[in-house]
């Protein structure tokens, strides 16, 4: 794209700001940083409105500005438009599933779910599975937010690559990067809930613009779904038409098994439990589907570009056709502003998502394997080191894992982090599951997840029978069903559950007496 003076300084003003903000946000609500609570999850202290504007910036984030609207202009609504439904259906399950979470969490001091995990089930292995997915799951979410960044810089005419020695340097994306690191480490949680605010009043600005510009350019919405459906070789009568009959059930199964995943990613779980009290999560799960309504509007923005006959810029693929478009119908200093917006929706979650990995790896790895005497100042600090760690994980991603639509990025994600539904979401109601059978059913589904994305070509659906089905949904059928199997057979055996050391939570604990249950120990004698 070619580089505009006035863009670029509109951008850099709104990303200094930022980055100011992100280290002040270390003196917000003061706590010693030198704990894991505080620096996590700044001290399960938030509010409705923080927790809102901090879980908006953390599900809200590239994949909804880049990656959705770029598969709506790809390949339609089947892989595009499933995110909405997607996140219309989460938010019940978020009311019933997470303030029973938050409850548990916050009576037992856990700062992950592999903690809950762990004394739910009595199985430090069946923990460090989850850890482990947990990590494995936000990489490639974390590159999608990084991919993000890299196009909106495209965007704006920076050069990708600058020559260091010899050496193409991806300078731009190395500088966000470093700036990113920087604030996570010394602030924690409490910098991307700062910077969240910033960014949802940017985000929502950019929403105003859209929605006045798209009917008065296309004289309503008539003309963009004509367009894909011609594109797209389609001829619908109504919108529901733009899913072909043989897809739906593809569009479908995209929907449930990313509405079920969401709230399994740590970074959400790390925003939930970051709240202040059970009824701050009831109410954010009745407030967030306003950034549903928002998303919606912005998955529009690939048939947009459809009517536009927008052709995007070389490198990035159909990936950079929103970037293409907002050159194209804005003026150089919103376009600018929207960029830096593009670009601080990606550091908001990609920070939540490090912190939230950087402390399954401290809680769960390295203090129950390596040193399990550590001190919390010993916690905290190996957590900030882990969360820059997961960062360079995360380029790993960009550079090894090639994709024509970084969508499946957060689609591969989803594969792995669905099989912890099993140990997590059932965890908080039952533990008729044994442990061993819990552990089987996992390893196994997340081969078969994994094997499958290979082989259909780094694609998250594959065909079951014929029918396309999202793959996360096949390997957690796998999983169930061996873990239902499995569970008498190895109680048969001897192989026995664990000792329960988790408090029964009643759902209204505020209201209620708390109840101490131990299930395990008459089974173990």
């Known amino acids: 794209m070619k580089f505009d003076t006035v863009a670029f300084i509109v951008f850099i003003a709104f990303f200094a700001l930022v980055t100011v903000l992100g280290f002040v946000a270390a003196r917000w609500r003061r706590g010693d940083l030198n704990t894991i609570h505080e620096w996590g999850l700044a001290g399960r202290r938030f509010g409705t409105g923080v927790t809102w504007f901090l879980l908006g910036g953390d599900l809200y984030t590239a994949y909804t500005f880049i990656a959705i609207p770029a598969s709506m202009f790809a390949l339609g609504a089947l892989n595009g438009f499933f995110a909405v439904p997607y996140t219309v259906l989460v938010y019940p399950l978020v009311f019933i599933l997470m303030p029973r979470f938050w409850t548990i969490c916050k009576q037992r001091g856990y700062v992950t779910a592999a903690d809950f995990v762990e004394d739910r089930f009595g199985s430090r292995t069946l923990a460090l599975a989850i850890a482990f997915t947990g990590i494995l799951a936000t990489m490639p979410y974390i590159a999608l ?127 939930v439990l970051s709240s202040s009290s059970q009824r701050v999560v009831k109410r954010n799960a009745a407030l967030l589907p306003i950034y549903s309504l928002m998303l919606a509007f912005l998955a529009l923005l690939g048939f947009m570009a459809i009517a536009d006959k927008i052709v995007p810029f070389p490198g990035f693929g159909n990936n950079s056709a929103i970037p293409t478009l907002i050159d194209t119908i804005f003026p150089p200093w919103f376009a600018g502003f929207t960029f830096a917006a593009l670009s601080i929706g990606a550091l908001v979650p990609a920070a939540i998502m490090s912190i939230a990995a950087a402390n399954l790896f401290t809680r769960n790895i390295y203090k129950a394997y390596l040193r399990r005497d550590a001190s919390e100042r010993e916690e905290s600090q190996v957590a900030r080191i882990m969360s820059l760690v997961v960062k360079f994980g995360a380029l790993l991603f960009i550079l090894l894992v090639k994709t024509d639509l970084v969508v499946n990025f957060q689609l591969l994600g989803g594969i792995w982090i669905l099989q912890t539904l099993p140990t997590v979401f059932m965890g908080l109601y039952t533990r008729w599951f044994n442990r061993w059978a819990l552990l089987v059913g996992w390893a196994a589904a997340m081969v078969l997840g994994t094997t499958l994305f290979v082989v259909a070509g780094n694609k998250a659906t594959t065909a079951i029978l014929g029918i396309p089905i999202y793959t996360a949904i096949s390997a957690l059928l796998l999983n169930l069903i061996i873990a239902v199997v499995l569970t008498p057979l190895f109680e048969a055996i001897g192989l026995k559950r664990g000792i329960d050391r988790t408090i029964a939570a009643n759902y209204e604990e505020e209201k209620a007496p708390v109840e101490v249950v131990e299930v395990g120990r008459k089974a173990l004698g």
């Open 145 to 271: 937010q990084m991919y993000g960044i890299q196009i909106s810089l495209a965007g704006l005419g920076l050069p990708l690559t600058v020559p260091i020695l010899g050496l193409q340097v991806d300078l731009p994306l190395i500088i966000a990067f470093v700036i990113l690191a920087a604030y996570t480490y010394t602030s924690g949680l409490r910098a991307p809930a700062m910077i969240a605010m910033v960014k949802d009043l940017m985000i929502f600005t950019v929403l105003i613009a859209i929605l006045v510009i798209i009917p008065l350019r296309y004289h309503g919405f008539a003309t963009l779904f004509n367009a894909a459906a011609q594109k797209h070789l389609l001829h619908p009568k109504t919108f529901f038409d733009l899913v072909p009959a043989n897809q739906q059930v593809a569009y479908a199964s995209l929907a449930l098994g990313s509405a079920l995943a969401l709230f399994l990613y740590p970074h959400s779980l790390t925003g």
